[in-house]
């Protein structure tokens, strides 16, 4: 295989020794022991840290996919931790279950999104890694190792965002629900009255999220019901024509400021709504197609709309290069030790910024914000935080470090990236 690798964006490359495709645990063991060091796990390449960035090998899942088992009784499926969301929502449709919640973009191995603790909206949903049941990983000496929430619910708390750095999940299985129908809405409304109005309405549906759209003073808020109607038809996707669109405002109108608002508040505000029913697997992802850069912190959710009111100032104070909407979610907490939901209920802020230029400048002015306000780094996305401030935001920071020197205790696993975020001296 090619001995160079980047993530997604393109903003993160590796010129690794090795790169390669394991087909089953045993090959996985031994490449763990045997090839160069340090060895990093790559899901689908969709974080925007340098996670997979390694001098040593890299070891790419893209073999160890589908489904291994599942219980119909207690709705549960063993899966490979190299399967594609995509895959496997219809992996599951197909035996009657489904996922209870999911982010907008299904190319992710499932194996990174548990690792990065990635996660959909809704306040009483939790992120992907709150469905585990059971893990089976390679640990930093090539050993297979088990854990089952019944009897290593603390193990599993432990190694269930894990960054790759605890072990390289082979195989998990997720407790999901019977597959269902969602009612999906979009509409449109101005930002103050979201502001206002941001407890009721992130409450008020199962999932809801918004992008608020710089320069327009609106949002587009989307909420997701479960539905017994029959389906209808899923309207045509225009997010990318949407940000062709804003692309060429910015672009075409630098040198007016005044009237690129106009015309984008004009826009968005006649966007049409959207009111739908579908089966789960057809509503919830959406097809990325331009690439970005992405910084996303995960706050008190009661601290949502004050830290978004300072975001939205300053970009369009000092980025008016920016035009990538920004995105609004809730998340369940939970009790993982790594989880950035950890024991408290969450507003989630992304904020992105096109990959064919520099997304330095403005996601260091954006940090501070989202810091002041206690935030906690999305481990996949772009953030500038190493061990001794993350300490600070995990109550449980020295026990998962302990952990993960018993799974990891020569190091296999830690890249000088994770040195850094962990604190671990080589």
Known sequence: MSSTWSNWSGYVTAA???????????????????????????????????????????LSLEKMEGLVSHDAAKCQARVRAGTRLGSLMHILHGIGQGLPNMGDIDRQAIGGALGTATHGSGPTLGAYHTQLEAVRLVDGLGQVREFKRAGDQEAIHAIGVALGAFGVLSDVTLNNIATY???RRKWVLP????????????????????????????????????SENEPTARPPEEDEAGLRTL?????????????????????????????YVQDWLNVYASDRQTRFNEMEYHLPFEDGPKAL????E???????????????????????????????????????????SDPLPFMRAAEPIFRKYGGRPHWGKM????????????????????????LDPQNRLVSPYMAELFGIEQ
């Open 16 to 58: 690794p020794r090795l790169v390669a495709s394991p087909a089953d645990a045993g090959e996985l063991g031994h490449l763990i022991r045997t090839a160069p060091g340090p060895v990093r796990v790559v899901g689908a390449g969709h974080s925007f840290t340098p996670l997979v960035k390694t001098q040593g090998t890299i």
């Open 191 to 226: 930002v103050a009255d979201m502001m206002r109005d941001f407890e009721t309405m992130m409450s008020a549906h199962r999932s809801a999220e918004f992008y608020y759209i710089p320069f327009s003073g609106h949002v587009q808020f989307i909420a997701s019901d479960v």
């Open 309 to 312: 009111a300072e975001i939205i």
């Open 383 to 406: 953030h500038s935080l190493k061990a001794a401030e993350l300490k600070k935001l995990y109550p449980r920071w020295d026990d998962a470090m302990a952990v993960r020197r018993d």
């Open 314 to 356: 300053l970009t369009e104070k000092y980025f008016p290069e920016v035009y990538f909407p920004m995105e609004v979610r809730s998340v369940a907490p939970d009790h993982f030790w790594l989880s950035p939901f950890h024991d408290r209920l969450t507003c989630s802020i992304a904020i992105h910024h096109d990959a064919a």
């Open 247 to 275: 692309r060429r405002l910015r672009t075409g109108l630098a040198w007016l400021p005044s009237l690129r608002r106009l015309l984008i508040r004009g826009a968005v505000a006649k966007v049409p709504a959207e009111d």
């Open 181 to 183: 129908r969602l009612r």
